[in-house]
Structures are given as structure tokens and as C-alpha cells.
């Protein structure tokens, strides 16, 4: 069974979104996600200009193959980019082999470990109440565990908060659904650690007040604090026993974990803008994370990731795949089938999309009882509609970034 086909599908139903399409002499198709938010050309671009042309005429069922040639034959190794690409390739040739087979992919990764997948939702407000409106939302959708995030007074705009957004032209939009603007420029955010490390505590405090003890809750730091400030949210946060602080420091300083994990139990997730198992190395051998945030899409498809997972396995640290809009349909599918597959799942993230990118592309997923589950069609049970898509170009869009009151530049 050979390539003969490869397509670079590039869609903006509800946000961008860019996908690969494989399809076999013998009539077969396969997609990978390889949506980097905000930077989707230039992975459009390195796979139509530099894998397409490799992938004609290979053997469609040699992924790890095909998965070692284009990660070392480029010499330039890891990144998003390239591993955004790599991902799509394995992803679409996982899709054909277990649409060969006849069975869903979880399947082929060893069968279900478990009935369904926790997943999490975003509850977000500018405040206490909007917060408490959001979270009883969430619930009444059947989420069983939710992430809380919420405005500090003072910042005009924070992540993750949809009401607290006061930029001109994107007042009050649904924040989470699409962090990148559709604008010729990023919007421009503020933040300030101290205020917002000041005003956090209190808001758990309340949450678990009104909602009690057993609901997970989790919470995404989004990379801003310095070591020793993390060490104290995490200390901070421990009554309230969070199932997770998410991206507490940049993440690309390993060590500062270390510093961080010395001062609290509160459990750490890290990882969404990794891309390679060596961005874990430490963290793993270390243990001083508990939870893997990689999604398949930005860490070269489900070939790479279960290795990092199972990897992680040997250490008790568990799956937290990355899941918010801007991972596709097909990205998510994907995590969906290696999650129900692994011992060491640990929950996923989970946000819908919207109406019109479920009108692009088709799935089969199935969302009951606060679980997911990625459905028994053969391969990873989603249909991109290309006539849909054609309907939606791509449209210019940028992340937000952060600026401090005194003008410098932040993390975001
Ligand atoms: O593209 C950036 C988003 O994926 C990111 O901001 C979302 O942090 C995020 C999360 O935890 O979902
Ligand atoms: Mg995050």
C-alpha cells in the first residue's frame, strides 16, 4: 500500500485550522492535525514544500519508518514547526493502517484500558460570581472536573478569562474558544504576579466553599511566574487541593522545577509547548511533575508521544493532553484513541468546538457522563468535508501578548 496522494488542507471555520490528507493507490485516507496556533503557514509550507514530496510513493504502513526518515533526514531536529509536521504525517498514517485493519485505532495501540476518558472544562469569570455561573455551566454539561481561572483586579485582560476581555474591537468574546485574535496584529495584554498571586488563594477558597471538596478543580499559571513565586502559589493552593497547577514557570528552564517541587504537594502539569521527549527529560527522571501536557499534534503524533508517555509510565507520572480549540477535531481523535489505550491516562483537557468547525469535519466521538470516548469507526473515526472547508480561508490571527505596567515585555 503506497502514498499517492498528499494534500495540505487549510480551513477557518471557527479559527484556523491545518491539516494533512493522506491517500493510498488503493483508495484509502488518513489525516493529522498540524495546527501551531498563530503560526499555521509556516507548517503549511514545510509540509507542502519539503514532506510532501518525500511522502509519494512510500509504503503507507511504515510509520516508524517514515516517522525516523523525516525527523533525521532534515538535520535541523525538533521544534514546533517540524514536529507539527511529523505529527500530521504519523497521525494520517496511524488513521490509514487502522482503517486498513478494520478497527478503531485504540485498537492497534493495544486496546481500551478503560471505559471512557475524564476530561476537563475551562470555567472561567472576571469575578467570583461570573466564576460560580461558569463552573454551575460546566457541571450542568457533565464536566467532573474543571479548570478555574479568573480576572485579578486591576489587569484589564487575563488568559483564559472570556468577560474580562476589554480590547477594543474583541470586548467580551469567548476568550478560550479563540486566544488567537483574527487581527494583522497581537493584541496587546497586561499582567502584574504580585496581584495576581495576592488575589488567586482567595478564589479557590471560594470555589471550594461553594462547590465542596470533590470536584477536581485545575488551574494554568500560563508560564508567568518565576521559580520561588510558583513555589509560593503552589503552598498556597495546597488547601484547596488542586488536581493540578498547570505551566507554572516558563517551561523551558527544566531545573526550575526542582525549586518549585521542593516547596509544595500541590501536583504540576508542564509540557503543552513541548515537543520532543528531551524538553522532559529531568521533569521525568526527576519526578518532579506529575502530569505530561503534550498534545499529539505538537510532539510528532502518536508514534512520539506514546513513547514519552510510556516513558513517563516507568515513573507514575500520568497523561494530561493538551485539548483546547485550537488542537483539531483530528488532533484531538487522536489523543482520544492513545488515552483510552495507555495505563497511564490521566485526564484531558476538553473544549468544544464550535458549530461550523463540526459542520468541516466529522467525527465520531462520543461525550457522556463527564467521559470521552473517540468512537469504534475503523481508524481514528474523523472525515474532513473539503467543500466545508473550502468555504472558510485562512485568516490572519495572533496569540495576545503581555506587557508589565512599566512597558516591559511578559510572558503570556
Ligand atoms: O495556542 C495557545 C493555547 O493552546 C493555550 O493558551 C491554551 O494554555 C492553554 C491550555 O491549557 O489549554
Ligand atoms: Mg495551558
Given at each position: 500500500?503506497?502514498?499517492?496522494?498528499?494534500?495540505?488542507i487549510?480551513?477557518?471555520?471557527d479559527?484556523?485550522?491545518v491539516?494533512?490528507?493522506?491517500?493510498?493507490?488503493d483508495?484509502?485516507?488518513?489525516l493529522?492535525?498540524?495546527?501551531l496556533?498563530?503560526?499555521?503557514?509556516?507548517?503549511?509550507?514545510y509540509?507542502?514544500d519539503?514532506?510532501?514530496?518525500?511522502?509519494?510513493?512510500?509504503d503507507?504502513?511504515?510509520?516508524e519508518?517514515?516517522?525516523?526518515?523525516?525527523?533525521?533526514?532534515?538535520y535541523?531536529?525538533r521544534?514546533?514547526?517540524?514536529m507539527?509536521?511529523?505529527?500530521?504525517?504519523?497521525v494520517?498514517?496511524?488513521?490509514?493502517?487502522?482503517?486498513?485493519?478494520?478497527?478503531?485505532?485504540?485498537?492497534?495501540?493495544?486496546?481500551?484500558?478503560?471505559?471512557?476518558?475524564?476530561?476537563?472544562?475551562?470555567?472561567?469569570?472576571?469575578?467570583v460570581?461570573?466564576l460560580?455561573?461558569?463552573?454551575?455551566?460546566?457541571?450542568?454539561?457533565?464536566?467532573?472536573?474543571?479548570?478555574?481561572?479568573?480576572?485579578?483586579?486591576?489587569?484589564?485582560?487575563?488568559?483564559?478569562?472570556?468577560?474580562?476581555?476589554?480590547?477594543?474591537?474583541n470586548?467580551?468574546?469567548?476568550?478560550?474558544?479563540?486566544?488567537?485574535?483574527?487581527?494583522?496584529?497581537?493584541?496587546?495584554?497586561?499582567?502584574?504576579?504580585?496581584?495576581?498571586l495576592?488575589h488567586?488563594?482567595?478564589?479557590?477558597?471560594?470555589?471550594?466553599?461553594?462547590?465542596?471538596?470533590?470536584?477536581?478543580?485545575?488551574h494554568?499559571?500560563h508560564?508567568?511566574?518565576t521559580?520561588?513565586?510558583a513555589?509560593?502559589?503552589?503552598?498556597?493552593?495546597?488547601?484547596?487541593?488542586?488536581?493540578?497547577?498547570?505551566?507554572?514557570t516558563?517551561?523551558?528552564?527544566?531545573d526550575?522545577?526542582?525549586?518549585?517541587?521542593q516547596?509544595?504537594?500541590?501536583?504540576?502539569?508542564?509540557?503543552e509547548?513541548?515537543?520532543?521527549?528531551?524538553?522532559?527529560?529531568?521533569l521525568?527522571?526527576?519526578?518532579?511533575?506529575?502530569?505530561?501536557?503534550?498534545?499529539?499534534t505538537?510532539?510528532?503524533?502518536?508514534?512520539?508521544?506514546?513513547?514519552?508517555?510510556?516513558?513517563?509510565a516507568?515513573?507514575?507520572?500520568?497523561?494530561?493532553?493538551?485539548?483546547?480549540?485550537?488542537i483539531?477535531?483530528v488532533?484531538?481523535?487522536?489523543?482520544?484513541?492513545?488515552?483510552?489505550?495507555?495505563?497511564?491516562?490521566?485526564?484531558?483537557?476538553?473544549?468544544?468546538h464550535g458549530?461550523?468547525?463540526?459542520s468541516?469535519?466529522?467525527?465520531?466521538?462520543?461525550?457522556?457522563?463527564?467521559?470521552?470516548?473517540?468512537?469504534?469507526k475503523?481508524?481514528?473515526?474523523?472525515?474532513?468535508?473539503t467543500?466545508?472547508?473550502?468555504?472558510?480561508?485562512?485568516?490572519?490571527a495572533?496569540?495576545?501578548?503581555?506587557?508589565?505596567?512599566?512597558g516591559t515585555?511578559?510572558?503570556?
Amino acid at each position: 500500500m503506497k502514498i499517492d496522494r498528499a494534500e495540505v488542507i487549510v480551513t477557518s471555520p471557527d479559527r484556523n485550522f491545518v491539516t494533512l490528507k493522506l491517500t493510498t493507490d488503493d483508495g484509502l485516507t488518513g489525516l493529522g492535525d498540524a495546527t501551531l496556533n498563530g503560526r499555521e503557514l509556516a507548517v503549511v509550507s514545510y509540509l507542502a514544500d519539503h514532506v510532501v514530496p518525500l511522502l509519494i510513493g512510500r509504503d503507507a504502513h511504515a510509520i516508524e519508518d517514515t516517522w525516523q526518515f523525516l525527523y533525521r533526514s532534515a538535520y535541523w531536529r525538533r521544534g514546533p514547526v517540524t514536529m507539527a509536521a511529523i505529527a500530521a504525517v504519523d497521525v494520517a498514517l496511524w488513521d490509514i493502517k487502522a482503517k486498513a485493519a478494520g478497527m478503531p485505532l485504540y485498537q492497534l495501540l493495544g486496546g481500551a484500558s478503560r471505559t471512557g476518558l475524564l476530561a476537563y472544562g475551562h470555567a472561567s469569570g472576571k469575578d467570583v460570581p461570573e466564576l460560580f455561573d461558569s463552573v454551575r455551566s460546566h457541571l450542568e454539561q457533565g464536566y467532573k472536573a474543571i479548570r478555574i481561572q479568573t480576572g485579578v483586579p486591576g489587569l484589564r485582560a487575563i488568559y483564559g478569562v472570556a468577560s474580562n476581555v476589554t480590547v477594543a474591537g474583541n470586548e467580551g468574546k469567548r476568550y478560550d474558544h479563540e486566544p488567537a485574535q483574527r487581527a494583522p496584529l497581537p493584541v496587546e495584554e497586561d499582567w502584574d504576579t504580585r496581584a495576581y498571586l495576592t488575589h488567586l488563594p482567595g478564589v479557590f477558597e471560594a470555589v471550594r466553599s461553594e462547590f465542596g471538596p470533590d470536584i477536581p478543580l485545575l488551574h494554568d499559571g500560563h508560564h508567568r511566574m518565576t521559580p520561588i513565586q510558583a513555589a509560593r502559589l503552589g503552598k498556597a493552593l495546597e488547601p484547596y487541593d488542586l488536581f493540578w497547577l498547570e505551566d507554572c514557570t516558563p517551561a523551558e528552564n527544566q531545573d526550575a522545577l526542582r525549586l518549585v517541587r521542593q516547596h509544595t504537594t500541590t501536583p504540576l502539569a508542564i509540557g503543552e509547548v513541548f515537543n520532543t521527549v528531551w524538553d522532559y527529560q529531568t521533569l521525568i527522571t526527576e519526578q518532579l511533575i506529575d502530569y505530561v501536557r503534550s498534545a499529539v499534534t505538537h510532539t510528532g503524533g502518536i508514534s512520539a508521544l506514546r513513547k514519552i508517555l510510556d516513558f513517563a509510565a516507568q515513573y507514575q507520572i500520568k497523561s494530561g493532553m493538551h485539548g483546547p480549540t485550537d488542537i483539531s477535531p483530528v488532533g484531538m481523535a487522536a489523543a482520544m484513541h492513545l488515552g483510552l489505550a495507555i495505563h497511564n491516562f490521566g485526564i484531558q483537557e476538553y473544549m468544544k468546538h464550535g458549530a461550523l468547525t463540526d459542520s468541516v469535519f466529522q467525527q465520531s466521538f462520543t461525550w457522556s457522563d463527564g467521559l470521552l470516548h473517540p468512537g469504534d469507526k475503523p481508524g481514528i473515526g474523523v472525515e474532513l468535508d473539503t467543500d466545508e472547508a473550502g468555504k472558510y480561508p485562512y485568516q490572519t490571527a495572533y496569540l495576545p501578548y503581555n506587557r508589565l505596567a512599566d512597558g516591559t515585555v511578559h510572558d503570556w
